[in-house]
Each structure stands twice: as structure tokens, then as C-alpha cells.
């Protein structure tokens, strides 16, 4: 294995390996830590994004508050801490929607994504390289958003369209 690559969240390495139908090839993996993503549910029927400059795509996106998994931290402590930093919210309760890896092709990323039903939005506290305006939006149209393309981050769609074929009134604390 050759580590090409290590920087402040991702190392890309390269290794030889031999598949099941016995074809070598070589593997170019970027290795990313776990992360979460949390849909925030404001007011029983609003949700809250946030629309994040993305500097790999030059723009702006609309996305659900994610972030990595800190060495030492829970996945639960995990989500807290990102709301909390996202956008100022006070946790009520979660649950989780779906976990899975984002792009196996080539990366190790495993991503867990929740709900959670959130309280008193105060003040944000992003991180000095996140670039984040906070955007609360009714559930229907934060769906309408998706139908139109507005939405174009995969794991802010799945967690929406998750949520919203659970319904509304989903409230379990796990």
C-alpha cells in the first residue's frame, strides 16, 4: 500500500489486490473518517438547512448540518456538536433514518444520517473554513426544493425524502 496523499481529513492511498473472479488490479482508496448528517426538525413541520460554499464546486449548496465523527466521540455526540455548531440548535430528540457508506467506488466514508427535532436556534458557531447561512423552509417545500433540482446534495435529499415517507409525526429517541 502507497499512501499518495494525507491531509487534514482524507488520505488517498493506492494497493494491488486480486478480486474474487481472480482480475489484479490496483485500488486507489481515499479513507475518510465516519461521519453524520442530522435533518433538523423546527416547529413540528419546518426543517432548517443550511447553505454551505463548497470550494471543490466552486458554489453554494443546500445541505443538512454533517460533519465527521471526532476521534473519542459518539456518533450521538457527534450530531449534538455539529447542530450546535451549524446552526445554533438545542437538541429534543433524534432518530435515525439511514446509515451506509457514500461512495464506495472509492472511498471509506460511512455516513449515519438522523433527524432531530430541535429547539431555540441561537447563534451559530461554525468552523473558521465553513462558510454557512442557516435556511428554514416548511417540509413540503424543502421536498418541492428537491423536485425542482435545488437540492442537488444526495445525503440532505435521502434524509428529506426519508423523513417525509416516515411521516411528520416520527418521534423516537434512540
Excluded at 481472480?22 to 465516519?34: A, G, L, Q, S, T
Excluded at 450546535?84 to 455516513?111: C, D, H, Q, W
Aim: proline content about 4%; hydrophobic content about 40%.
Amino acid at each position: 500500500m502507497t499512501i499518495i496523499y494525507k491531509g487534514r481529513r482524507v488520505t488517498l492511498e493506492v494497493y494491488r489486490t486480486v478480486l474474487p473472479n481472480n482480475h489484479v488490479m490496483n485500488v486507489e482508496r481515499v479513507i475518510f473518517p465516519k461521519a453524520v448528517a442530522v435533518l433538523p426538525i423546527y416547529g413540528g413541520d419546518r426543517v432548517v438547512l443550511i447553505r454551505q460554499f463548497r470550494p471543490v464546486i466552486n458554489d453554494y449548496i443546500f445541505e443538512i448540518p454533517a460533519g465527521v465523527v471526532e476521534e473519542k466521540e459518539s456518533e450521538d455526540e457527534a450530531l449534538i456538536r455539529e447542530l450546535r455548531e451549524e446552526i445554533g440548535a438545542e437538541v429534543i430528540n433524534y432518530g435515525k433514518l439511514f446509515e451506509g457508506f457514500t461512495s464506495p467506488g472509492y472511498s471509506t466514508e460511512y455516513l449515519v444520517i438522523y433527524y432531530a427535532n430541535v429547539r431555540s436556534l441561537g447563534e451559530a458557531r461554525p468552523e473558521e473554513h465553513e462558510v454557512i447561512e442557516r435556511v428554514i423552509v416548511g417540509l413540503s417545500e424543502a421536498m418541492d426544493m428537491v423536485r425542482r433540482g435545488e437540492i442537488k446534495d444526495l445525503k440532505t435529499a435521502l434524509a428529506l425524502t426519508l423523513y417525509a415517507l416516515k411521516g411528520s409525526s416520527v418521534t423516537t429517541t434512540w
